[in-house]
């Protein structure tokens, strides 16, 4: 598809780059792969084929799944191990990774990777990869934590602007955006028939608990919130109440401090909006992709990817994962002819 006509199939919003100026367009992605990845790297492969994306970041990627990926798309790669109990954070890129910074340290709990990329004649990108902690069954759903990793983040982001590369922040932030939807019953039942097929013998390692989703003092009434769970006028109170209780502080702080959600922006009404995870029957969103303005300014689209015959997502991994398509910019270059 040629860039005219990723502008006319996108939704229109303001600051969309004119055709003009633009000269290529280059496709992001950003996807938890579940533990390493590695039973399921075929199904991930043919998932990121299938999206035909420029630039991947891999939550929870192993180094074995990471270079088997990278060898078989024929891709740049880096890598950031998580800390003893966090998850890793890889990159895969159609262009070589520049500046490559690891960071598992200070409030970190989980890995983030920053690497600068220089799209062939076009402005060069800072990517920002990373993997905001769950704590969803600790107070306020750990938004507290998320907020000083994201702070972190937010901090080393500012340390490199007036570099001349525009910024892209990425990944799964275990955080839901103001006014979205949280299907709590949805997320409780999924959970309870994961743990029954864990009664059974099953290994679901990486795949939601009970106890991981309901805060400690509700825990005892596990049994009787799934039962009211299955109840669909029960349910949406519950629904209700849980969105009300879990706190969206960690978008809003990532939209204040400058950079544009993009599934946000070209999905304004929120009732079109999708989940990404889990990837069958979505909860909430949790996996984004932000931009700095002049970045977000050319954005063409923005969509959290579904299964299709060619595209295994429900196979691959318990996230949808996200794409974003945006046009570059030319680099000016000198004027080498006689006068």
């Known amino acids: 598809m040629t860039l005219s006509e990723h502008i006319n199939d996108a939704p229109a919003f303001d600051g969309l780059i004119q055709s003009e ?22 199904a ?6 299938d999206a035909r994306a420029d630039i991947i970041a891999l939550d929870e990627a192993s180094p074995e799944t990471l270079e088997a990926l ?12 998580g800390t003893k109990y966090g ?54 759903a750990g938004e507290g934590q998320r907020l000083r990793e994201l702070a972190y983040i937010l901090q080393r982001m500012r340390a490199t602007e007036g570099d001349g590369a525009e910024q892209i922040l990425l990944g799964d932030f275990n955080s839901l955006a103001p006014g979205e939807p949280l299907l709590a019953s949805q997320l409780l039942l999924h959970a309870a028939a994961l743990d029954d097929r864990r009664d059974q013998g099953e290994d679901l390692d990486g795949l939601p608990t009970i106890a991981k989703v309901l805060p400690r003092p509700l825990r005892p009434l596990a049994e009787t919130l799934i039962r009211l769970a ?16 879990t706190p969206r502080a ?20 929120m009732s079109q909006r999708v989940g990404s995870c889990p ?5 909430g969103r949790i996996d984004y992709i932000f931009a700095s303005p002049a970045l977000a300014a050319r954005l063409v689209a923005c969509e959290v990817l579904t299964d299709t015959p060619t595209r295994p997502i429900s196979r691959a991994s318990d996230h949808r994962p996200v794409l974003a398509t945006l046009a570059t910019l030319a680099l000016d270059t000198p ?5």
């Open 335 to 339: 004027d080498t002819t006689t006068p």
């Open 21 to 42: 100026v633009a000269t290529r367009t280059i496709r992001v992605l950003t996807y938890n792969i579940l533990t390493g990845g590695w039973p399921r790297r075929d």
């Open 230 to 245: 299955q109840i669909p006028a029960l349910a949406a109170l519950c629904d209700l109440a849980a969105g009300l209780y």
């Open 250 to 269: 960690v978008v809003r702080q990532a939209r204040a401090a400058g950079y544009t959600d993009l599934y946000a922006a070209t999905h304004p009404d």
């Open 87 to 140: 998850w890793s954070v890889g990159l895969l890129s159609r262009w070589p990774l520049q500046e490559v910074n690891q960071h598992s340290n200070g409030p970190l709990n989980n890995a983030m990777l920053e690497a600068l990329i220089v799209p062939d004649g076009a402005t060069p990108l800072r990517i920002f990869a990373a993997h905001l902690t769950a704590h969803y069954s600790h107070w306020r």
């Open 44 to 49: 991930i492969e043919a998932v990121i084929r």
């Open 70 to 81: 990278a060898s078989s798309l024929g891709m740049y790669s880096a890598f950031s191990p």
């Open 279 to 283: 990837s069958h029957d979505p909860a």
